[in-house]
Nanobody, 122 residues
């Protein structure tokens, strides 16, 4: 059973930066595609970014492209989301997820963290 624990969320002013981390345990981290999703109040969970097993392929939602960077360190069993130029509309609970395919569909991911709140003040 894979366990994922996110950290790094918080309150930041618009234009600021945050780096989220997601530490994995209980499985072979390097065998999983990893992704970040987010969910704002009253909204469905939405795709943010995904990264392949090796880290060689990354994909982003249009809303974050050029501002967010997903990366992973397989030696540390950790995936990161560097978020720059944050906007109030980025406010959400951010979740990391592990699965076998690096796709935007949340149904394709088998394991989820508990989420970390990101709030961007205007």
């Amino acid at each position: 059973q894979v366990q994922l624990v996110e950290s790094g969320g918080g309150l930041v002013q618009a234009g600021g930066s945050l780096r989220l981390s997601c530490a994995a345990s209980g499985g072979t981290f390097s065998s999983f595609a990893m992704a970040w999703f987010r969910q704002a109040p009253g909204n469905e969970r939405r795709y943010v970014a995904t990264i392949s097993w090796s880290g060689g392929d990354t994909y982003y939602a249009d809303s974050v492209k050029g501002r967010f960077t997903i990366s992973r360190d397989n030696a540390k069993n950790t995936v990161y989301l560097q978020m720059n130029s944050l906007k109030p509309e980025d406010t959400a609970v951010y979740y990391c997820a592990a699965g076998t395919r690096w796709v935007p569909n949340p149904d394709e991911y088998d394991y989820w963290g508990q989420g970390t709140q990101v709030t961007v003040a205007s």
